[in-house]
């Protein structure tokens, strides 16, 4: 009895299916997708394909390639036919799309909730024009399949680019307050550089004039042009400086309030701190005047 066993064994063995171990591929496409078969849209933005593969004759893939020449909208519908003497309930013939930069952006296999339909429809938006790939594949090692691949395009305008202008823009900060009228004394010249002496020319050239030192007058006015609340009283920025005959150590008499020395001066303005609030300091109207000590 132990032998007959043994015999029934290996004829089941000798006459079942053969199941195939490799790939499904043939050795010379070990990289099919380099080779894609291009998807020509008509006039009505359509494409089909159709074929068939076949996993034990290492036929197991095909790969399509679709250009897009603007944004729009691809939808694919794969329309699949397994043989009816080998369909099992694992059987399912996968679907892959890749974006211009080979990146997978919509998957069908088993994994995904249409694995075992006959008929998958994906629909693609937003798209950006160029090159898109199509994988199909089988993923049993008995199975095979006839199909029928469609393809629509509809182009659409390309999407606004979003901002939340002008939410990131800062503020611009506070500028510093501008005379009406003109605070230059009259004196004042402004600094002229000395020609350069003609080529060939054997003298000495003429030396720079310096220009004579702007003598601060006896009293001079100046207008207020910025105040800052600081600790102890105010500051307040006075519209002279040194090129306008202002410098540090002068006082400066406010009507109403008194005199205070003025300092950090600069080219065109010298500071003081006053002890007065910015409300008393309105009563001066601005306007404050200097002096030597």
């Avoid at 053969?18 to 990289?31: C, M, S, V």
């Avoid at 009406?180 to 020319?201: F, L, S």
Wanted: net charge positive.
């Amino acid at each position: 009895m132990r032998w007959i066993v043994s015999l029934s064994i290996v004829l089941m063995a000798c006459g079942g299916p053969q199941i195939p171990t490799h790939n499904g591929y043939k050795p010379k496409e070990a990289k099919p997708w380099k080779k894609p078969k291009p998807l020509k849209f008509d006039d009505k933005k359509e494409a089909k394909a159709d074929g068939d593969v076949s996993y034990p004759d290492m036929r197991r893939a095909r790969w399509y390639q679709v250009d897009l020449p603007a944004n729009g909208q691809l939808v694919l519908m794969l329309e699949i036919t397994p043989p009816g003497d080998a369909i099992n309930d694992d059987f399912d013939l996968g679907m892959e799309v890749f974006d211009p930069s080979f990146r997978v952006i919509s998957k069908s296999d088993l994994e995904d909730e249409d694995a075992h339909e006959q008929t998958k429809k994906k629909t693609l938006v937003d798209l950006a024009p160029g090159k898109y790939l199509i994988h199909l594949y089988l993923q049993g090692r008995m199975d095979n399949a006839d199909f029928v691949l469609h393809a629509t395009f509809k182009p659409t305008a390309a999407a606004e680019a979003k901002t939340n202008f002008p939410a990131e823009v800062l503020f611009v900060p506070a500028l510093p307050i501008v005379p009406i009228q003109d605070d230059t004394p009259r004196n004042y010249h402004p600094v002229v550089a000395a020609k350069p002496a003609p080529k060939g020319h054997k003298g000495t050239p003429a030396p720079t004039p310096t220009p004579p030192p702007v003598a601060p007058a006896a009293t001079v006015s100046a207008r207020i042009i910025n105040v800052q609340v600081v600790a102890g009283g105010t500051v307040i920025t006075v519209g002279r400086g040194k090129d306008t005959g202002a410098n540090d150590g002068m006082l400066a008499k406010i009507n109403g309030i008194g005199e205070v020395a003025i300092g950090n001066c600069n080219a065109r303005t010298c500071t003081a701190t006053v002890k007065a609030t910015p409300d008393q300091l309105k009563s001066a109207n601005g306007v404050v005047t200097l002096r030597s000590p």
